[in-house]
């Protein structure tokens, strides 16, 4: 029995040559058979339900959602349905409460919009929902009233402490490029000249106080391109981060004639300020 073991090592040694020679001989065809193998298995996981829920999720786009806020009567249902159907509407049910959704394009881009049209809310319970549910805010005022110019106030103050609020007890992150609030303040009905109670200085002057994203005066009925030129810039300055916002955007549709002398600008007064202390420098000296 042990002379027969060399010859059984000497056709193992064989065989194990012919094998590597026929491995090599077949190589290229393995290849092809593991890759078709690991194209079968990528297409398998592709088609998992887990991945494709994945992609789903992904693909579905957030709706942009701006809420308008304001006392009854100020025009807010006439904003919504002027910038969704462009057409002026005067008469609405100011009980009546509602978000509309339309799709807009926007510089090559499609923009799911969803606008709440809002009652006059006296609770507080029911404005937070809507604060938290908006990542826009339009806060509208009449020219010819001024209960309904100081409500805004009232209304920016509750955004302010709603979305604070929220900030702090969320990790959630809205996905419109900054975490703090976009508020435009409108001013509607600057058509009615002779039963105007607020100026445009003066509205401009309390929105930069509330330190609101834009100023805007407008008319519903007259113009079309005031109320588009609304949304689209709400929705940009959305996008952008709070560092890179403009302090205060004004967009007034008021005729040139009847437009009185615009405020003094910032370096306009700094520079006062600054001519008046060198002057006080060289009277002390």
Known sequence: MRSEWPKFDIICSINRAQLG??????????????????????????????????????????????????????????????????????????LLEKIYTCNRCQDGESIIWEVLDTAAQEENSRLEENIKWADAFILMYSVTDRCSFNECSRLKFLINSYCKRQRKTSVVVMDTGSTSPVVAMVGNQNDRIHDRMITEQE??????????????????RESIDSVMKLFEELF???????????????????????SNEPLPTVPEVGSMTLSRRRKAVLTIS
């Open 236 to 258: 940009l300055l959305a996008r952008k981060p709070k560092k890179f916002r403009p302090v205060l955007h004004k967009q007034s549709s008021l005729p040139a004639s009847l």
């Open 21 to 94: 020679a026929r491995s090599k001989s077949k190589t290229p065809r393995l290849m092809l058979s593991i890759s078709r193998a690991r194209f079968k298995g990528a297409m398998k996981n592709m088609s998992s339900p887990k991945l494709l829920r994945k992609i789903s999720i992904a693909s579905k786009q957030r709706p942009f959602r701006v809420a308008i806020l304001g006392q009854n009567g100020v025009g807010k249902s006439a904003l919504t349905v002027r910038f969704l159907t462009r057409r002026f509407i005067g008469d609405y049910d100011p």
């Open 203 to 220: 509205g401009l002057k309390r929105a930069k106080e509330l330190n609101c994203s834009s100023f805007h005066e407008i008319s519903v």
